[in-house]
Protein backbone atom coordinates (compact mmCIF):
# COMPACT_ATOMS: atom_id res chain seq x y z
CA UNK A 1 0.00 0.00 0.00
CA UNK A 2 1.31 3.72 -1.27
CA UNK A 3 0.09 6.62 1.04
CA UNK A 4 0.90 10.78 -0.88
CA UNK A 5 0.44 12.95 2.33
CA UNK A 6 0.52 16.53 1.37
CA UNK A 7 1.23 20.01 3.53
CA UNK A 8 2.24 23.04 3.23
CA UNK A 9 -1.79 24.83 1.99
CA UNK A 10 -2.55 27.83 3.26
CA UNK A 11 -4.28 31.27 3.43
CA UNK A 12 -1.57 33.93 1.74
CA UNK A 13 -2.19 37.49 0.73
CA UNK A 14 -1.19 38.27 -3.38
CA UNK A 15 1.96 38.07 -3.95
CA UNK A 16 3.24 36.17 -0.86
CA UNK A 17 4.60 32.64 -0.94
CA UNK A 18 3.97 29.01 0.21
CA UNK A 19 5.73 25.56 -0.24
CA UNK A 20 3.87 22.48 -0.62
CA UNK A 21 5.22 19.01 0.03
CA UNK A 22 4.15 15.66 -0.29
CA UNK A 23 5.68 12.68 0.92
CA UNK A 24 4.88 8.99 -0.38
CA UNK A 25 5.62 5.84 1.88
CA UNK A 26 4.73 2.12 1.76
CA UNK A 27 6.13 -0.59 -0.04
CA UNK A 28 8.03 1.38 -2.78
CA UNK A 29 10.59 0.45 -5.39
CA UNK A 30 11.26 2.72 -7.66
CA UNK A 31 9.20 6.50 -8.31
CA UNK A 32 9.15 8.22 -11.74
CA UNK A 33 7.72 10.99 -12.56
CA UNK A 34 6.42 13.41 -9.68
CA UNK A 35 4.03 16.16 -9.99
CA UNK A 36 1.55 18.71 -8.87
CA UNK A 37 -2.43 19.45 -9.88
CA UNK A 38 -4.29 21.63 -9.02
CA UNK A 39 -8.04 22.19 -8.96
CA UNK A 40 -10.32 25.27 -8.90
CA UNK A 41 -13.71 25.55 -8.07
CA UNK A 42 -15.78 24.55 -10.56
CA UNK A 43 -13.00 24.02 -12.85
CA UNK A 44 -10.89 20.72 -14.18
CA UNK A 45 -7.89 19.13 -12.92
CA UNK A 46 -4.62 20.48 -14.57
CA UNK A 47 -1.14 19.88 -14.61
CA UNK A 48 0.67 22.58 -12.70
CA UNK A 49 4.05 21.37 -12.53
CA UNK A 50 5.74 17.59 -13.03
CA UNK A 51 9.83 16.41 -12.36
CA UNK A 52 11.01 12.87 -13.14
CA UNK A 53 13.50 10.94 -11.50
CA UNK A 54 16.51 12.36 -13.27
CA UNK A 55 15.47 15.77 -12.22
CA UNK A 56 13.68 17.34 -15.47
CA UNK A 57 11.28 19.66 -14.70
CA UNK A 58 8.30 21.35 -16.92
CA UNK A 59 5.78 23.74 -15.27
CA UNK A 60 2.24 25.33 -16.73
CA UNK A 61 2.76 28.53 -18.76
CA UNK A 62 0.93 30.26 -16.02
CA UNK A 63 3.24 29.34 -13.26
CA UNK A 64 6.52 29.70 -14.87
CA UNK A 65 8.76 31.77 -13.56
CA UNK A 66 6.95 31.88 -10.24
CA UNK A 67 6.72 28.44 -9.02
CA UNK A 68 9.61 25.72 -8.54
CA UNK A 69 9.08 22.01 -8.46
CA UNK A 70 12.08 19.99 -6.50
CA UNK A 71 12.00 16.13 -5.05
CA UNK A 72 14.27 14.46 -2.67
CA UNK A 73 14.61 10.94 -3.94
CA UNK A 74 16.23 9.51 -0.61
CA UNK A 75 13.13 10.73 1.27
CA UNK A 76 10.60 10.51 -1.58
CA UNK A 77 9.07 13.71 -1.13
CA UNK A 78 8.39 16.60 -3.86
CA UNK A 79 8.31 19.98 -2.90
CA UNK A 80 6.26 22.59 -4.79
CA UNK A 81 7.41 26.48 -3.63
CA UNK A 82 4.93 29.20 -5.04
CA UNK A 83 6.30 32.87 -4.93
CA UNK A 84 4.19 35.78 -6.35
CA UNK A 85 0.89 34.01 -6.01
CA UNK A 86 -2.23 35.35 -7.52
CA UNK A 87 -5.93 34.96 -6.39
CA UNK A 88 -6.10 33.09 -10.08
CA UNK A 89 -4.08 30.33 -7.76
CA UNK A 90 -6.92 29.68 -5.31
CA UNK A 91 -6.88 26.01 -5.67
CA UNK A 92 -6.97 22.52 -4.00
CA UNK A 93 -3.50 21.17 -5.11
CA UNK A 94 -2.91 17.53 -5.59
CA UNK A 95 0.30 15.67 -5.07
CA UNK A 96 0.78 12.72 -7.79
CA UNK A 97 3.59 10.16 -8.17
CA UNK A 98 4.06 7.10 -10.48
CA UNK A 99 5.22 4.38 -8.31
CA UNK A 100 6.71 0.76 -8.71
CA UNK A 101 5.70 -0.88 -5.64
CA UNK A 102 7.03 -4.36 -4.18
CA UNK A 103 4.89 -7.55 -5.82
CA UNK A 104 3.89 -5.32 -9.02
CA UNK A 105 6.27 -4.73 -12.03
CA UNK A 106 4.26 -1.93 -13.07
CA UNK A 107 4.34 1.87 -12.42
CA UNK A 108 0.93 2.92 -11.19
CA UNK A 109 -0.33 6.88 -10.60
CA UNK A 110 -0.99 7.88 -6.69
CA UNK A 111 -2.85 10.46 -5.66
CA UNK A 112 -2.66 12.70 -1.89
CA UNK A 113 -5.68 13.75 -0.80
CA UNK A 114 -5.19 17.91 -2.00
CA UNK A 115 -4.23 20.59 -0.35
CA UNK A 116 -6.28 23.93 0.02
CA UNK A 117 -4.19 26.86 -1.03
CA UNK A 118 -6.61 30.32 -1.32
CA UNK A 119 -4.73 33.34 -2.33
CA UNK A 120 -6.61 37.06 -0.92
CA UNK A 121 -6.11 39.83 -3.20
Known amino acids: QVQLVESGGGLVQAGGSLRLSCAAS????????MSWYRQASGKQRELVAG???????NYADSVKGRFTISRDNAKNTVYLQMNSLKPEDTADYYC???????????????WGQGTQVTVSS
Open 51 to 57: IASGGGT
Open 26 to 33: GSIISIRT
Open 96 to 110: NAEIATYGRNVFSDY
